[in-house]
């Protein structure tokens, strides 16, 4: 069972538009919500999470929407550069008896076209 | 300053065969994960270990065991590798939120 969702593999944007990047969930008891890039042959490295009791959070180029009573989030990214062409993830984090457990999407694919 | 770092990078196994994938964190983080990454699946949690001492299956246990060695290090052991787990392994470890992750180790089971 997927807790996590991310329905578009794979999404191509222009140079300077908007890119917005989707995820689903369906544990209404994850606590915090995270965006990862990874660029081939490396790690993901972790970009802007937001807490459950808010519904936006900005770093920059990057921001997070949330949407409690839908379950769902995005990750908006403007101007999109040609740097961002990597593979984000979801991810959310739930907190059973005081352990900590990270649970991810299967990635959105961003290609940003110059 | 390491953060997290996992050996080896690359490694092929015969089917059958054993083998310890290795991981540590110098950032005194209490929970540590082992993630497998297969096309179209993501990142799937195989063991994860909230403090030292303790450890519990993910979404894709089987065929694994790990080891809690202590709060740094946290290892994954394949007893009798499958093609199936045929993979790009990740470890990971977090304090608050946000996870770090190592650089990863591509298995190959033949």
């Known amino acids: 069972d997927q807790q996590v969702k991310q329905n578009s593999p794979s999404l191509s944007v222009q140079e300077g538009r908007i890119s917005i990047l989707n995820c689903d969930y369906t544990n209404s008891m994850f606590d915090y919500f995270l965006w990862y890039k990874k660029y081939p042959a490396e790690g993901p490295t972790f970009l802007i999470s937001?807490?459950?009791?808010?519904d936006k959070n900005e770093d920059g180029r990057f921001t997070v929407f949330l949407n409690k009573s839908a379950k769902h989030l995005s990750l908006h990214i403007v101007p999109s550069q040609p740097g961002d062409s990597a593979v984000y993830f979801c991810a959310a984090r739930e907190i059973n008896f005081g352990n900590e457990k990270l649970t991810f999407g299967t990635g959105t694919r961003l290609t940003i076209i110059p | 300053n390491a953060g997290v770092t996992q050996t080896p990078k690359f490694q092929v196994l015969k089917t059958g065969q054993s083998m310890t994938l290795q991981c540590a964190q110098d950032m005194n983080h209490n929970s540590m994960y082992w993630y497998r990454q297969d096309p179209g699946m993501g990142l799937r949690l195989i063991y994860y270990s909230a403090s030292e001492g303790t450890t519990d299956k993910g979404e894709v246990p089987n065929g694994y065991n790990v080891s809690r060695l202590n709060k740094r290090e946290f290892s994954l052991r394949l007893e009798s590798a499958a093609p199936s787990q045929t993979s790009v392994y990740f470890c990971?470890?977090?304090?608050?939120?946000?996870?770090?992750f190592g650089q990863g180790t591509r298995l190959t089971v033949v």
């Open positions: 937001i807490s459950s009791i808010k």
């Open positions: 990971a470890s977090t304090k608050i939120v946000a996870a770090f």
